[in-house]
T-cell receptor, first 114, second 113 residues
Framework: KNQVEQSPQSLIILEGKNCTLQ??????????LRWYKQDTGRGPVSLTI?????NTKSNGRYTATLDADTKQSSLHITASQLSDSASYIC?????????????FGRGTQLTVWP | EADIYQTPRYLVIGTGKKITLECSQT?????MYWYQQDPGMELHLIHY???????EKGDLSSESTVSRIRTEHFPLTLESARPSHTSQYLC????????????FGPGTRLTVL
């Protein structure tokens, strides 16, 4: 069964601190892994997309890593800001269909305190 | 900011009413999607479209229907709403490549009393 598991479920950090969110997946055959940021009551916004051959990708203060052998990914947030408070969703795409189906994790709810 | 729009943003209706959730995108994308998301849970694909006159059911069974008469427009209809339909509905669009970004609309929060 294709699954995406994220940890921790929730996280509270102080403004300016760094944090790392984890994602494990069992989706096969693997095509790509994405990280999305979802503010409360809004739609998800793409942060990074990585394919099998990529093991790291950055977008400003966000850096995603991928280990396709162990089927793990992480999202590292540097120098957190209050606006980083959101749910961060790990999404894995398969290449077993024309659609390129996406499998969503439940997200890590990050709260940044001043 | 993605050019994909959903209306209404919030909707509270009574059981048995017919509703249509609107979704429009101005990016010229062929692929469009409808997802359902409950609080704290993952997104589930309920409908998708490869292009005009193409509609398919997704992974999660849904009593809703969709249509794709124009590239930019992908409305979702519930003929008779029930409390079990209460959820957030997210529309998305994307290019044809397998790694193309999916752009999401702001969502419609539906509550059926």
């Amino acid at each position: 069964k294709n699954q995406v598991e994220q940890s921790p479920q929730s996280l509270i950090i102080l403004e300016g601190k760094n944090c790392t969110l984890q994602c494990n997946y069992t989706v096969s055959p693997f095509s790509n892994l994405r990280w999305y940021k979802q503010d409360t009551g809004r739609g998800p916004v793409s942060l990074t997309i990585m394919t099998f051959s990529e093991n790291t990708k950055s977008n400003g203060r966000y850096t995603a890593t991928l280990d396709a052998d162990t089927k793990q990914s992480s999202l590292h947030i540097t120098a957190s800001q209050l606006s980083d408070s959101a749910s961060y969703i790990c999404v894995v795409g398969d290449r077993g269909s024309t659609l390129g189906r996406l499998y969503f994790g439940r997200g890590t709810q990050l709260t940044v305190w001043p | 900011e993605a050019d994909i729009y959903q209306t209404p943003r919030y909707l509270v209706i009574g059981t048995g009413k017919k509703i249509t959730l609107e979704c429009s995108q101005t990016m010229g994308h062929d692929k469009m999607y409808w997802y359902q998301q409950d609080p704290g849970m993952e997104l589930h694909l309920i409908h998708y479209s490869y292009g005009v006159n193409s509609t398919e059911k997704g992974d999660l069974s849904s009593e809703s229907t969709v249509s794709r008469i124009r590239t930019e427009h992908f409305p979702l209809t519930l003929e008779s709403a029930r409390p079990s339909h209460t959820s957030q509905y997210l529309c998305a669009s994307g290019g044809t490549g397998s790694t193309d970004t999916q752009y999401f609309g702001p969502g419609t929060r539906l509550t059926v009393l």
